[in-house]
């Protein structure tokens, strides 16, 4: 019903999309999976007509049963588009929070749909929001009518969203990474719901996304994409157990998934009897709520609640929990960044240090990739004068750490700029190792990269782990990744530590309710 | 970012970088050297239009008024020099320790740059003004401390943005001191903002000190300045258009080719 | 209300802190008001008299309540400088009274016009900025260009040139007007206007620059918002997009900086009045600092920092109404 033949589209000389040629049913869930960069979102959005206008169609056309709503070369038909849109094709997308009109109340938003194609009467309209609103699981319905985006959580404005997409019922859905910015157990119920809209309504879906093993669960059939390439199409199945194609190949494999394990050789490593290097001791965690404003009055609210743990030299230990869960807090206040605790924190490393998630802003741009290898080193020498180097002495400190993080000599005066994501972590991480501590807490280090640059990452850290002896302290909110790097879990919800284990038996048995939900999921 | 280099001698930049160049290279020239006395008078040559002889014509007195342009443009120059280094010197360090540091200090400063940033920036010169009385010294002190609020607003924010950056709180990790990483850390990634500011105050400067001159609070005569010369032009408009003009457009030359500088910057470095 | 309320109570606070600060940075110039008054030659008994009637024989801070509950009053002091005749002083109220409403309606005048040209001219500006630069479009894209040109070089002409330049365009040139004249808004409030109007472009203009571009800007940035994709992808045309959703929170900002405008403008007024000679507290105000006369310079100030905070206050209440998000918090 919908074909895409051929389509090409360029930003001025660069073409992000080559010769993509793409087709669905009624009723079809087609998934485009890729990495970014690879075209994905550029192809959904020229099918939608809402690509931006520098973009240029080169070459291709797209059919809508037969009618050609676009072809290349040709200018582009808004009104033709524009009666499409909305009514027979929706699109729904990845960040519920700005894709909301900030000012104006969720229920016309929606209502707008209505009012732009069809003859109904304001009530009319009125029930009829309210209805799909009750259909997409939104129970409060007439409050989340009246309410503006800032006021419903980012589960709720999905799920606006969805109804919006959905209530002229659509014969084509285009869903853009929908539950990327959503937590876990959310996006399960989000794609639940999509996949039961799917089913009712049998409308076709184009579901972009980057992530595999949600493609594996939802879609009937998956297009891979690189540069701009469909590098293979097949059934689900076929892809995910058959990739034909070798890039393909490597995708499923980097998807961190329980078959392989980095840490398999040395998981059972003798916890216990060696001292720790970090004791964690019924330890709670505050922040301070309502600003420093005279007139409001302060309030503490605990973000973490009474945890115990403790972590041994050169072992990973994984913390696992959703957005909000007090994961953050809780490494803060390790590290001494957040003091307003109760409890007790032992360390028995000297200045442990820290990685964080964003690459892009945990390397100071204003310098070159040598001088930040080496501040560690001149700060520690400024502490301490038995530990100051000279000159030269850091600068092939710096040198040799750049090899060991696997990155070249030539990168020794670039600035942060000049480097991908992936190489900026490998220098997070390098800069962090450079002073030998004991002890390393990485939040979230791989979630902002792409999967094949992620199992790039994961597999430096195991190694520089083993070769410095290292403890870590690995947070995620991906069960998988923590199943891949880590020795040990522990599993957090609402600032409690529910669960702790060796991985394999967390996995294997789970007591908690919530850890079978998360294992599940992932 | 990739496009950097582009951007790099963009129009702004260029077209800013001459026309600031040229006026400060004349005012400098005109605190030591001018084509004609400016204090030489002459009944004979009174109200002659622009010529070759007189670039920009000759006042009711008969004096050269493109070398009376050039003294003022110096003094004009050298005052609004003054005051950027008083203001933005002491914003810097102001706007760094509240930024970073927060507290109490932070709350008395910001309560107090409140205030005087919602106040209009001429009138609180004139406050001062009457308090000082007028003359040189007393224009650039004024404008400076009227202007400092405005540098440790965007030198406060930018510490404030900066604090909580990833790579800052690695810097404490790494034990680095407080010192270091106010002023080696954090402080060259703000210099494009404040470059910027800097080109906005130079403007502001301009105009209030122009403007305090116009209105006889500011330089007082016999120092030649853009604007004692306009409020004394004014008189002349019928009879003599130039006399007006010539002053006037100068300062439009001067403050126009500080903003364009000031966005040339701005596009060079990406700020937003 | 409760809000209300605290922004009330924050106003009276500022409005006294100011008033003090007013008051007491005049008591530390050095220089006797007395002598200055009289002369170095009066007799002692007469310098004591007359610090006895000017109340300066109190400590500052007494004098300060003094003068407080003489404004609250109505009172609000005597001039140093003028006086009725031989024997009488003249009251600061007297002095400023039928100058302040012609200081404020100039403001209001430029405000007004600010307010009307700047807001379509920015949202027109923006139209023309976001058609694409290629084929048919070149016309809008050497509109964006050359408003650019414009507002830039307007935003660079100081008022009072500006204001000199109207007066030998409209007033020599085109005679549109007569320089110099005025009519009292107590004779005739249209053609007091009217002579209001030329002044009043004048503080406008470079506001108007000013403002339009702020506009266009915000208005460019809102069109790059992931909601304006949303509105498209429903079947919205670009003119319901521009209009029904990018419009309002591209103004947001637009008022707190026409809010941020005012005090400029205020001060603005004040000197343009200089360039048309309007008898307005501009040139009371000046005249006033020149002739160190304090009292009339505490009173002009405590008027004018009033006018600018209940301004602020205005727009503080408006932005809550038509901004969703702030009244949350």
């Not at chain 1, 240029?56 to 070369?73: H, K």
């Not at chain 1, 009514?87 to 749909?113: C, D, H, I, W, Y």
């Not at chain 1, 853009?176 to 989000?190: K, M």
């Amino acid at each position: 019903m919908i074909r895409i033949e051929n389509l090409s589209v360029a930003f001025g000389r660069t073409e992000v999309v080559k010769h993509v040629s793409l087709d669905l049913r009624d009723g079809e869930i087609l998934g485009v999976v890729g990495e970014s960069g690879s075209g994905k979102s550029v192809t959904a959005l020229t099918l939608m007509g809402l690509v931006s206008d520098s973009a240029r169609m080169t070459s291709g056309r797209i059919l809508f049963d037969d009618v050609v709503l676009r072809e290349a070369g040709k200018p582009l038909d808004r009104a033709l588009y524009r009666s499409y849109q909305g009514a027979k094709m929706s699109m729904v997308f990845q960040e519920p929070q700005t894709s909301l009109n900030p000012t104006q109340r969720v229920g016309r938003q929606v209502e707008e749909v209505l009012r732009l194609h069809g003859t109904l009467t304001k009530e009319e309209r009125k029930k009829k929001v309210l209805e799909t609103f009750l259909a997409v699981g939104l129970k409060d319905a007439e409050r989340v009518y009246a309410s503006y985006p800032h006021q419903l959580s980012g589960g709720m404005r999905q799920r606006a969203m969805i109804a919006m997409a959905v209530i002229l019922h659509p014969r084509l859905i285009v869903a853009d990474e929908p539950t990327t910015a959503l937590d876990v157990t959310i996006q399960n119920q989000i794609m639940a719901l999509l996949r039961g809209i799917n089913q009712k309504q049998n409308n076709a879906m184009l579901f972009i996304t980057h992530d595999l093993n949600l493609a594996r669960r939802i879609c009937h059939r998956v297009a891979v994409m690189k540069d701009g390439h469909v590098v293979e199409l097949g059934t689900a199945e076929e892809i995910f157990e058959r990739p034909g194609e070798e890039y393909t190949r490597r995708l499923v494999e980097a998807v961190p998934s329980r078959m392989k394990r980095i840490s398999d050789a040395e998981s059972d490593r003798k916890t216990g009897s060696e001292s720790p290097v970090l004791e964690v001791r019924g330890l709670s965690v505050y922040y301070q709520e309502g600003g420093n404003s005279l007139f409001s009055a302060q309030r503490k609210r605990r973000a973490v609640e009474g945890a115990d743990f403790a972590v041994y030299p050169g072992e990973s230990l994984g913390l696992v929990g959703e957005s909000g869960c007090g994961k953050t807090s809780l490494s803060k206040a390790i590290l001494g960044m957040n003091r307003r605790i109760e409890g007790e924190i032992i360390h028995h490393s000297v200045r442990p240090q820290m990685v964080f998630q964003d690459p892009y802003s945990s390397l100071n741009p204003a310098k070159t990739i040598g001088w930040l290898l080496q501040e560690p080193l001149r700060a520690a020498g400024a502490l301490d004068r038995s530990l100051a180097m000279t000159k030269g002495d850091m600068e092939a400190a710096a040198y040799d750490m750049l090899r060991r993080v696997g990155m070249g000599e030539e990168y020794f005066h670039r600035r942060p700029s000049e480097l991908s994501g992936g190489q900026r972590q490998r220098i997070s991480i390098g800069q962090a190792l450079i002073s030998g501590p004991g002890f390393l807490i990485a939040d979230e280090p791989v979630s902002a990269l792409d999967v094949t640059i992620q199992a790039q990452i994961m597999e430096l850290m195991r190694r520089l782990q083993r070769e410095m002896n290292l403890a870590c302290l690995f947070i995620s909110h991906d069960i998988n990744v923590v199943y891949k790097m880590c020795d040990r879990i522990m599993i957090m919800k609402d600032g409690r530590i529910i669960e702790i284990g060796k991985t394999e038996e967390v996995f294997e048995n789970p007591r908690e309710e919530y850890t079978k939900l998360l294992l599940k999921e992932g | 970012m990739k496009q950097a280099g582009g951007t790099k001698w963009n129009k702004y930049f260029v077209a800013g970088l001459l026309m600031t160049g040229l006026a400060v290279l004349l005012g400098i020239l005109g605190m030591f050297w001018t084509p004609y006395s400016t204090t030489a008078m002459s009944a004979a040559e009174k109200f002659s239009p622009p010529s070759l002889r007189h670039f920009f014509g000759t006042d009711n007195f008969g004096r050269d008024i493109f070398s009376r342009v050039m003294q003022g443009l110096g003094t004009t120059v050298a005052i609004s020099s003054l005051v950027v280094l008083f203001s933005g010197g002491i914003g810097i360090l102001l706007g760094a320790l509240t930024g970073y540091f927060g507290g109490l200090l932070d709350e008395a400063v910001m309560r107090v740059t409140d205030a005087v940033n919602g106040f209009p920036s001429i009138l609180l010169t004139l406050v001062i003004i009457s308090i000082l009385g007028s003359g040189r010294q007393n224009v650039i002190l004024s404008l400076g401390i009227v202007f400092v609020p405005s540098y440790v607003r965007i030198v406060r924010g930018e510490f404030i943005r900066l604090r909580d950056a990833d790579y800052i709180s690695r810097a404490r990790l790494m034990g680095v001191g407080r010192l270091r990483i106010l002023f080696v850390h954090i402080l060259p990634n703000i210099f494009s903002v404040f470059w910027v500011s800097v080109m906005i105050g130079f403007n502001n400067a301009i105009l209030a000190e122009s403007g305090m001159s116009y209105l006889g609070i500011g330089v007082q005569a016999p120092d030649a300045s853009l604007g004692n010369m306009l409020s004394d032009a004014q008189g002349y408009l019928q009879s003599a258009p130039w006399y007006a003009l010539a002053p006037g457009l100068t300062i439009v030359w001067l403050v126009l080719g500080f903003s364009l500088f000031g966005e040339g910057v701005r596009r060079r470095s990406g700020v937003s | 209300m409760k809000y209300l309320g605290k922004k009330i109570i924050t106003l009276i606070m500022t409005l006294f802190l100011v008033s003090a600060a007013a008051f007491l940075a005049f008591q530390i110039i050095p220089g006797d008001v007395v002598t200055s008054i009289l002369g170095t030659e009066a007799t002692p008994e007469r310098e004591q008299q007359l610090r006895e009637e000017l109340g300066l024989d109190n400590p500052p801070i007494v004098r300060y309540f003094n003068w407080v509950a003489g404004v609250l009053k109505g009172d609000l002091g005597v001039s140093y400088r003028y006086s009725k005749n031989m024997n009488e002083m003249m009251p600061v109220a007297e002095l400023i009274g039928d100058k302040l409403p012609v200081t404020l309606w100039l403001a209001a005048a430029a405000f007004v016009l600010i307010a009307l040209i700047s807001i379509p001219l920015g949202v027109f500006w923006a139209k023309c900025a976001s058609v694409p630069k290629r084929g048919s479009a070149c016309l809008s894209g050497f509109l964006d260009a050359a408003l650019g040109v414009a507002t830039q070089a307007a935003m660079a002409v100081p008022s009072f040139f500006l204001g000199i330049l109207v007066t030998f365009l409209f007033g020599i040139v085109l005679r549109l007007f007569a320089p110099g004249g005025y009519v009292g808004y107590k004779e005739d409030f249209w053609s007091f206007l009217g002579y209001l109007l030329f002044p009043a472009l004048s503080i406008a203009i470079p506001k108007i620059a000013m403002t339009a571009r702020f506009l266009r800007n915000s208005m460019l940035t809102e069109l790059r918002a992931d909601y304006v994709r949303t509105a498209y992808s429903k079947g919205c045309t670009g003119r319901r997009v521009l209009y029904g959703h990018v419009l309002r929170n591209a103004m947001m900002p637009v008022v707190t900086f026409l809010g941020m405008i005012v005090a400029e403008v205020v001060a603005g007024s004040i000197v343009i009045e200089q360039v048309f000679g309007l008898p307005g507290i501009g040139r009371l105000l000046i005249s006033s600092i020149s002739t160190r006369d304090f009292p009339v310079v505490e009173i002009l100030i405590l008027y004018i920092t009033f006018v600018v905070i209940f301004v602020y206050f205005i727009v503080d209440i408006l932005y809550r109404v038509i901004d969703p998000r702030v009244s949350e918090k």
